[in-house]
């Protein structure tokens, strides 16, 4: 405890509190300072999903084309092969996902047939999905799983859902990630959304954070004080002693820390606050303990 209130960085306590609870805020009291935002968000960041036009009649005999898929996924690129070991539609599933491609897929039951349906891994624009197809000569086999943005609507697989980044507005400015959690925006401060609309955002010194450090520190000193006087004290009506009664290094350290909790801040002699009893941390006389007000600290 001693050591935390040490640091200066441990004095500065904050807390955040936002006015919508979809727009969630958290704080990091090193880097942040008083402030208070306003924020609007308009869009929230969803993950790519395709779904095959076509419809199978089985999943597990019914061929899918052979050949190589060549997935994107942001920065990464993955080939798949299907040949006579896969050439189903649950083995194209199993295979991508598999491939630790960036992208999961699975197979529908409709009621008519089944459907393979992708979706990518990780949410943002960023991280949308492209499908090439090579050894597909007819267009009648895997290029029927090809995709890019923008190709013939007749063609390929179908996006279902867009990927999309968030969007949100803090003091009028806007600010796009790819996930829902917005980090290194405002020093100290992470907004996580879950839901898009407006909110207000205040940052303001957390005094009881840091007043129970201080308490934290007292009843520390105060637990030390009576292992101290268990060891090295005397019971009058006893009329016996402790392990270190009467020892002096015992009781001259005891005294010293008396003296270094009571005594005036060298350097602090002109100041409005010149010692820890000014700042409601007080030494009961009769126990050689800390008393603490916190209302007079805070």
Same mark, same amino acid.
């Given at each position: 405890?001693?050591?935390?209130?040490? +640091?200066?960085?441990?004095? /500065?306590?904050?807390? +955040?509190?936002?006015?919508?609870?979809?727009?969630?805020?958290?704080?990091?009291?090193? /880097?942040?300072?008083?402030?208070?935002?306003?924020? =609007?968000?308009?869009?929230?960041? %969803?993950?790519?999903?395709?779904?095959?036009?076509? #419809?199978?009649?089985?999943? $597990? @005999?019914?061929?899918?084309?052979?050949?190589?898929?060549?997935?994107?996924?942001?920065? *990464?690129?993955?080939?798949?092969?299907?040949?006579?070991?896969?050439?189903?539609?649950?083995?194209?599933?199993?295979?991508?996902?598999?491939?630790?491609?960036?992208?999961?897929?699975?197979?529908?039951?409709?009621?008519?047939?089944?459907?393979?349906?992708?979706?990518?891994?990780?949410?943002?624009? +960023?991280?949308?999905?492209?499908?090439?197809? &090579?050894?597909?000569?007819?267009?009648?086999?895997? @290029?029927?799983?090809?995709?890019?943005?923008?190709?013939?609507?007749?063609? %390929?697989?179908? !996006?279902?859902?867009?990927?999309?980044?968030?969007?949100?507005?803090?003091?009028?400015?806007?600010?796009?990630?790819?996930?829902? &959690?917005? !980090?290194?925006?405002?020093?100290?401060?992470?907004?996580?959304?879950? =839901?898009?609309?407006? @909110?207000?955002? *205040?940052?303001?010194? $957390?005094?009881?954070?840091?007043?129970?450090?201080?308490?934290?520190?007292?009843? *520390?000193?105060? +637990?030390?004080?009576?292992?101290?006087?268990?060891?090295?004290?005397?019971?009058?009506?006893?009329?016996?002693?402790?392990?270190?009664?009467?020892?002096?290094?015992?009781?001259?350290?005891?005294?010293?820390?008396?003296? #270094?909790?009571?005594?005036?801040?060298?350097?602090? =002699?002109?100041?409005?606050?010149? @010692?820890?009893? $000014? #700042?409601?941390?007080?030494?009961?006389?009769?126990?050689? %303990?800390? !008393?603490? $007000?916190?209302? /007079?600290? !805070?």
């Amino acid at each position: 405890p001693m050591r935390q209130l040490s +640091a200066p960085d441990n004095l /500065k306590a904050f807390s +955040a509190s936002s006015s919508n609870e979809g727009i969630a805020v958290s704080v990091d009291s090193t /880097k942040a300072s008083r402030g208070t935002y306003s924020v =609007e968000v308009t869009s929230l960041a %969803g993950a790519q999903a395709l779904a095959s036009r076509d #419809v199978f009649a089985d999943r $597990d @005999s019914t061929s899918v084309g052979q050949g190589t898929l060549t997935l994107n996924v942001g920065d *990464k690129t993955t080939n798949i092969t299907i040949d006579n070991s896969n050439d189903t539609l649950q083995g194209l599933a199993n295979a991508i996902n598999d491939s630790d491609a960036g992208v999961s897929a699975g197979v529908i039951d409709t009621g008519n047939g089944f459907q393979l349906v992708l979706s990518a891994d990780e949410t943002g624009t +960023a991280n949308a999905v492209s499908i090439s197809v &090579s050894g597909d000569t007819d267009n009648q086999g895997l @290029s029927r799983f090809a995709f890019n943005t923008g190709m013939d609507a007749d063609s %390929g697989l179908l !996006e279902t859902i867009a990927a999309s980044d968030a969007v949100m507005e803090i003091n009028g400015v806007e600010v796009t990630r790819s996930t829902n &959690s917005f !980090e290194n925006v405002i020093d100290g401060l992470t907004f996580d959304i879950t =839901e898009t609309g407006s @909110s207000i955002i *205040k940052v303001q010194q $957390d005094f009881g954070a840091v007043a129970d450090r201080v308490q934290g520190f007292v009843d *520390k000193f105060n +637990a030390l004080q009576s292992t101290i006087d268990s060891l090295a004290g005397f019971n009058s009506e006893a009329g016996v002693g402790s392990l270190l009664t009467g020892d002096s290094p015992v009781r001259a350290i005891q005294n010293q820390l008396r003296q #270094v909790l009571t005594r005036v801040v060298p350097g602090l =002699e002109n100041s409005s606050i010149r @010692s820890l009893a $000014d #700042v409601g941390i007080t030494t009961n006389f009769e126990t050689g %303990g800390l !008393e603490f $007000d916190r209302a /007079k600290f !805070e």
